[in-house]
T-cell receptor, first 111, second 116 residues
Framework: QKEVEQDPGPLSVPEGAIVSLNCTYSNSAFQYFMWYRQYSRKGPELLMYTYSSGNKEDGRFTAQVDKSSKYISLFIRDSQPSDSATYLCAMSTGGGNKLTFGTGTQLKVEL | SAVISQKPSRDICQRGTSLTIQCQVDSQVTMMFWYRQQPGQSLTLIATANQGSEATYESGFVIDKFPISRPNLTFSTLTVSNMSPEDSSIYLC?????????????FGSGTQLSVL
């Protein structure tokens, strides 16, 4: 079993839809939870950063962490074609330890 | 945020040869990280490069195969040696935000390597 599980998709939605992307994990020591967005032929860019449980909102993006269920989500409201990318979840126990990434979910927002 | 320039952006190489990937950062950073991204797999840390000391390699990666240089606080190279088709992958350079965290990472655009 992988330490972090993420559905690879592809996920195709119409413009304006609400998108839900999810990851599950097995290591209860994870404290830091990140979402990275990666466009084709580009490196990942940090989208959301959350410490411990709870919600964090930034514009159209909301990150949610449920440590009791070992489950994290990224919601995208009013999705746009420019949101078409691969979304990677990542987690860390902190203290300078390395990040553990999911495999990424490919999202396509269609006109 | 750091700006990272990585080159080459892509290359096609013959089996048994070596390729050196360069990574230049627009600010001084303590640690630089080298990742591998294979299709359908998660980003995997190869090694952490500190200036003035040997790189620290993750399990499954060895210095003879992936030698790393870190001559100063803004530059690093990763060499993929004696390549085989299994080395075909995207290789990414990254740095952390600030000096005390490696959760918030900035990435270069990557090097798409194909080995024939």
């Amino acid at each position: 079993q992988k330490e972090v599980e993420q559905d690879p998709g592809p996920l195709s939605v119409p413009e304006g839809a609400i998108v839900s992307l999810n990851c599950t994990y097995s290591n209860s020591a994870f404290q830091y939870f990140m979402w990275y967005r990666q466009y084709s032929r580009k490196g990942p860019e940090l989208l959301m950063y959350t410490y411990s449980s709870g919600n964090k909102e930034d514009g159209r993006f909301t990150a949610q962490v449920d440590k009791s269920s070992k489950y994290i989500s990224l919601f995208i409201r009013d999705s746009q074609p420019s949101d078409s990318a691969t979304y990677l979840c990542a987690m860390s126990t902190g203290g300078g330890n390395k990040l553990t990434f999911g495999t990424g979910t490919q999202l396509k927002v269609e006109l | 945020s750091a700006v990272i320039s990585q080159k080459p952006s892509r290359d096609i190489c013959q089996r048994g040869t070596s390729l050196t990937i360069q990574c230049q950062v627009d600010s001084q950073v303590t640690m630089m990280f080298w990742y591998r991204q294979q299709p359908g797999q998660s980003l995997t840390l190869i090694a952490t490069a500190n200036q003035g000391s040997e790189a620290t390699y993750e399990s499954g990666f060895v210095i003879d195969k992936f030698p790393i240089s870190r001559p100063n606080l803004t530059f690093s190279t990763l060499t993929v040696s004696n390549m085989s088709p299994e080395d075909s992958s995207i290789y990414l350079c990254s740095v952390g935000e600030g000096t005390s965290t490696n959760e918030k990472l900035f990435f270069g655009s990557g090097t798409q390597l194909s080995v024939l």
